[in-house]
């Protein structure tokens, strides 16, 4: 058995990263809706996109009800995977029938070509009606 620090100091850095203020980007809907509608993910129809007063961008979609709890995570993964950059962090729950994924993922300092920026979105599966 083993503890995960050798990688808090990527954790620390994206928890210190999205208290940054002003560190996520404006128009999340313009940045990242694009690559979200294009992303093409079998069992999963997105059903809305939307960017709240917060900037966090609300992203729903609809799923077959038959799916397994980990067929619905690959999937939401293969979504996210539309608009990850080199840091992420990814939070599962469940709410009532849907799952949630709330997201933050950025740039950190020195780690490309862009400025250091971040994007918070929540993924909502729903099982489709």
Known sequence: M?????????????????????????????????????????GLQITGIRAGADSVLAVTASYDPGASAGELRRRAWALLGAVAEPAASVRERRDGDAAVFDVVTGIPDGAGPFASHGHTLRLILQPMQ
């Open 2 to 42: 083993a503890d995960a620090s050798a990688f808090a100091p990527a954790v620390e850095e994206l928890a210190a990263l999205a208290r940054r203020s002003c560190w996520v980007a404006e128009d999340p809907e313009i940045h990242l809706g694009p690559h979200l509608r294009g992303a093409s993910v079998d």
